[in-house]
């Protein structure tokens, strides 16, 4: 079984930065993608930004140039570097982690959710 835990949402205000952190961990065979979503009061979730193995990157055209996705050097931990925050980036952040989990020997496919983060934006 996989496990995320997700830290560092928090208030800030209008041009501010913050940074989230989602940490992997169980029975981890390979990592294919991890990515952030966000949900905001009354809207569906949507990707904000996910990154792959080979460490390619992909964002949503509203944080393109604002947000930074990394994974950590041990590969089981994603961040996201959120800078000139706006109100408009007001929601729970959610990590989402897609690999196989198991050994060598055997392998079935994942995909988890961390518990969600809550990031509000003051103008």
């Known amino acids: 079984q996989v496990q995320l835990v997700e830290s560092g949402g928090g208030l800030v205000q209008t041009g501010g930065s913050l940074k989230l952190s989602c940490a992997a961990s169980g029975s981890i065979f390979r990592i294919n993608n991890m990515a952030w979503y966000r949900q905001a009061p009354g809207k569906q979730r949507e990707l904000v930004a996910v990154i792959f193995s080979g460490g390619s990157t992909n964002y949503a055209d509203s944080v393109s140039g604002r947000f930074t996705i990394s994974r950590g050097n041990a590969d089981s931990t994603v961040y996201l570097q959120m800078n000139s925050l706006k109100p408009e980036d007001t929601a729970v952040y959610y990590c989402?982690?897609?690999?196989?989990?198991?050994?060598?020997?055997?392998?079935?496919?994942?995909?988890?959710w961390g518990q969600g983060t809550l990031v509000t934006v003051s103008s």
């Open positions: 989402n982690v897609v690999g196989m989990s198991g050994s060598i020997y055997s392998r079935k496919s994942f995909e988890v």
